[in-house]
């Protein structure tokens, strides 16, 4: 059976049984504790949790999904992926374990075709209902169904494999697992709790039954018990197909080859080999995913994922010897192999393949960045190695072998962790070149390091929402309701104060100064959302008066004021009057249109790849961030300018409607990265060049932009642009300002407004040359005076040691100058210091070729002398440079230098 048909089997079985059929929600979650969407339950939280309520109560998906916990056993195993995707069917408060285990097994041994003979099931210890219904809805007998409690060790419930939890209080309860038998030729017989490589687990059920307190101590049942049941598409195709593992279904079979067609290296010829075949096919299928759904390399969350998988694929193909790129065919091959499944593959082509074709070229380029990196770090290493005043390489046995030429030499973790994470070198390489040259890496403390940046990212992740915890939203949900948002259709309405709140929970009372959060049952204010930001205003009671300084939804549904009290005292359940800022939504309204004019015009200018890929509307300006690969132009920006205005003056109206999903794509709306979108959703159109799926507030007709104009453009990222711009009044000011200012300076040049780009052109030529003809006239002014201080030189055995002050140099003048006096001295050192008119100092030094060979580094020579003027020295092995904030103590740092010279010279 072909994966096309598992999903398409999965999905009728389910819509058959009165499931709504869900898209796959984006890779990009819409939930601020998570990086990426991990399973098919994480788009429909807010129905299990009870915060919000669906329109059907079953629901069936095929997710696509992506955890990163695995990465490293990716290729070394035949069942970890990054990206894989996940069967699954829901109930929410409908049927429970009865049809759940029902349904699991007709829909195995029917719809599948498996042997009822070879499915095994596990269930949580103390589960006897779930192991009665298996005995019962099935055909499974009670020596094929296996209890599984909590590992020994552990006291927790949700530490077993059969036991689920949010991780902390919550919603937890049992789940029962399924399991095919692969025959003897897998493993030893006696079911999944002797082998679980025989026994294949497919299909787990997972029943929402119980409430926990955070020690994972039952409270209770919960008023409502949910189902959310995942299998593994992967596993199922392998067991389907027939064949011994994932890579060799229709699904990855095709990127295997392809990767060994593009390495030279057939698969199953050797183990090693076929590791890292099997992580480009993996790889190369999550980055195309991830691309597709918008992630962008970068150094931080999601976007350093990608790139660390986009990574991991060079690697892989530059030990199997691939010297030309490989990652544009892989993507090409993976949207030609799974874009009937996932359109939006196909739809992205352009994006995906460009997108990891630079990526793959800028991680060229850091590969021999790194290795000139880590050569000079190992060369180092073994120089200072001993030196206890030495930062890149230590001992490893301690004071005693300090000086023991025999000790190991090690590369610290601080440095083998800045290739990995400035210069994105794979530490599987670092340590591999070191052992090549008999250097260690300290590899506890390059996990130190690890473990520490993974910390901070968790800390990102779970930051949540203005410091109130998610707990406490709810409470507030529970007693005041969904909010109820009329801002489109009013600027003020007549409401109630539902809720105060503040990070340890509702008030009852807020006075004079004091910061909350308001929750209303009805609001005109607009949560943030959609790139738009939350409006401002006011909120008023008979007893005070709150200004609401930002809005954004504490949850779904759920709309959270932060606001001060400006005077008086406030408490929950107090009549009120809300007001929107008018003014400042007028200006953010004007902008939110321009954004859906500017995305549309700026796809047909640059390519469809050019995809909104995120921005923030603010009164008065905004901007549009979007995946494009090198600068926009100036006449290209004019180009968009004029044909933005165009669109606007024309005048088409902007209309709005709320329809469902499939109507809304039907209607060829277009779907933000990153944006959830649930059953009902709101089309924006205007004209006949843009449908939007947005929530946003939008002026009736577009002549009400005004103007459009851009202030600014430049990268934030690798492949990512941002355009910054102003519409309205605010553009018509900034216009009018720089006519001004092009008029001022046409005058003091005496040419027309026309001229004056040209005539600044010619002023910064003849100020250049100006500038260049100073710089050398200085630099010549100073090599005058190499005689002078060769004559300064002192004697040391064989070498010649010269140390002085020069001064009136910069940094380069200063370098230049010593090694021009180390070509004459021939055989020594040369040790420079200048102080500047801020006050700090400079200094270089720079050794002769037979004292770098036999040990005498510039930068060990330096670091006393730089350590006189509050400084540091860094340098490869014959010159160094360094600076300190102390230039008062030149002469005392000369002093230090000429003596370190000549202890080192002596031996």
């Known amino acids: 059976m072909r994966t096309d048909e598992i999903r398409r089997t999965f999905l009728d079985f389910f819509r058959e049984r009165g499931h709504q059929i869900w898209p796959s929600s984006s890779l990009i979650p819409n939930d601020p504790t998570l990086l990426l969407t991990v399973a098919g339950m994480v788009q429909f939280k807010p129905y299990f949790l009870g915060e919000k309520t669906p329109e059907v109560p079953r629901a069936a998906s095929v997710q696509k999904c992506a955890r990163t916990v695995d990465i490293d056993n990716v290729g070394h195993t035949t069942r970890h992926f990054t990206v894989f995707e ?21 829909l195995s041994t029917q719809g599948f075709g498996f042997a009822p003979e070879r499915i095994w099931v596990t269930v949580y210890e103390d589960d006897d209902e779930a192991e009665q219904l ?63 490589n025989r026994y294949l687990e497919f299909w787990n059920l997972v029943f929402m039954q119980f409430e926990q307190d955070e020690h994972g ?12 049941t995942g299998m593994g598409l992967e596993r199922m195709a392998m067991l389907l197909q027939g064949v011994p593992n994932a890579y060799e279904t229709d699904m990855l079979r095709p990127l295997v080859d392809r990767a060994a067609e593009l390495t030279g290296v057939a698969y199953g010829e050797t183990e090693q080999a ?45 030990s199997l010897g691939a010297t030309r790129p490989i990652m544009g065919a892989m993507a090409e091959t993976v949207i030609d192999t799974l874009g009937d499944a996932w359109p939006e593959l196909r739809a992205q082509r352009e994006l995906v393949t460009r997108v990891v074709e630079s990526e793959e070229a800028q991680f060229t380029r850091t590969l021999r960045t790194g290795l000139a990196l880590l050569e000079q770090a190992i060369d180092e290493a073994k120089g200072y190695h001993g030196a206890a005043t030495d930062d890149t390489a230590t001992a490893t046995e301690g004071d005693e072998g300090a000086g023991d030429a025999t000790a190991p030499v090690q590369l610290s973790g601080a440095t083998a962790f800045t290739l990995h994470d400035t210069y994105g070198f794979p530490i599987d390489l670092t340590i591999e ?73 509702p008030r009852e009372v807020a006075e004079e100064g004091d910061e909350v959060q308001v929750v209303l049952p009805l609001t005109p204010f607009y949560p943030e959302g959609g790139g738009q930001l939350g409006d401002h205003g006011l909120i008023e009671t008979h007893t005070g008066r709150l200004e609401v300084v930002d809005t954004f939804e504490g949850l779904e549904s759920l709309t959270a004021h932060r606001a001060r009290v400006a005077a008086g005292e406030v408490r929950p359940g ?26 549309a015009t700026i796809k047909e200018l640059l390519g469809p790849h050019a995809q909104q890929a995120g921005s923030a509307i603010d009164a008065g300006h905004f901007r549009f961030d979007f995946p494009h690969f090198e600068q926009v132009s100036s006449e290209q920006i004019a180009e968009l300018e004029a044909q933005v205005n165009a669109r606007v003056g024309a005048g088409p109206p902007v209309e709005t409607m709320v329809t469902s999903r499939e109507e809304a794509e039907a209607m060829g709306a277009i779907a933000l990265f990153g944006e959830k979108y649930g059953e009902r959703v709101r089309v924006v159109r205007i004209g006949d060049f843009s449908t939007e799926l947005c929530g946003g507030t939008h002026v009736p007709h577009t002549p009400e932009v005004q103007v459009f104009t851009v202030i600014n453009e430049g990268s934030i990222s690798a492949n990512t642009r941002r355009l910054e711009a102003v519409t309205g009044p605010e553009a018509l000011d900034r216009l009018t300002k720089e006519r001004l200012v092009a008029e001022q300076v046409a005058r003091l040049l005496n040419v027309g407004t026309d001229a004056v780009a040209e005539r600044v ?27 002078e201080l060769l004559a300064t030189a ?114």
Request: net charge negative.
């Open 274 to 318: 076929d590791v890292s075949l099997r992580v480009i096919a993996e790889h190369a299928r999550a980055t195309a995913f991830l691309v597709g759904d918008g992630v962008l390399p970068s150094n931080e969350a999601r976007g350093y994922v990608l790139r660390r998988l986009l990574r991991r694929v060079v690697r892989n193909g530059r």
């Open 761 to 787: 052109a010619d002023l910064m030529d003849r100020l250049r040359a100006a500038e260049k003809e100073l710089a050398d006239a200085r630099q010549q002014a100073l090599l005058a005076r190499a005689d």
């Open 433 to 505: 070149i070191a052992a090549e040259h008999g250097v260690e890496v300290d590899r506890d403390a390059f996990a130190t390091y690890m473990e520490q940046q993974r910390a901070r990212a968790r800390a990102a992740a779970q930051g949540g929402a203005q410091g109130v915890p998610a707990e406490v939203y709810r409470q507030a949900a529970s007693t005041v309701g969904s909010t109820r948002f009329v801002g489109y259709e009013h600027a003020e309405a007549d409401t109630a104060l539902g809720a105060l709140l503040d990070p340890a929970g």
């Open 217 to 228: 101590m039952i409270l209770g049942e919960l008023p409502q018990q949910n189902v959310d």
């Open 574 to 599: 107090q009549e009120a009057h809300a007001a929107i800022d008018t003014t400042r939504r007028a200006s953010i309204t004007r902008g939110h249109t321009a954004t859906h004019i500017l995305h």
């Open 134 to 196: 298996w005995l019962s809805e099935t055909e499974v007998p009670r020596q094929r169904i296996q209890r599984v409690g909590i590992p020994e060790g552990e006291t927790r419930r949700d530490a077993s494999d059969n036991y689920w939890s949010m991780g902390g209080a919550g919603p937890c309860g049992p789940c029962s697992e399924l399991y095919y038998d692969r025959g003897p030729e897998h493993g030893p017989p006696g079911g999944p709790a002797v082998d679980e």
């Open 86 to 106: 996940m069967l699954g069917n829901f109930s929410f408060g409908d049927y429970f374990k009865a049809d759940a285990i029902r349904w699991a097994w007709q």
């Open 794 to 907: 002192e004697r040391e055995g064989d070498h010649t040691v010269l140390a002085a002050r020069v001064d009136g140099a910069d940094r380069d003048g200063l370098k230049t100058l010593a090694l021009d006096l180390r070509n004459r001295i021939h055989r020594g050192v040369v040790v420079l210091a200048t102080p500047s008119e801020d006050g700090k100092a400079a200094l270089v030094a720079a050794v002769t070729t037979d004292l770098v060979e036999a040990g005498a580094h510039a930068a060990e020579i330096l670091r006393p002398a730089a350590a006189a003027v509050g400084g540091g020295a860094g340098g490869k092995g014959d010159v160094a440079q360094a600076g300190g904030k102390e230039g008062g103590k030149i002469d005392e740092a000369v002093a230090e230098a000429r003596r370190a010279a000549a202890e080192r010279l002596r031996g």
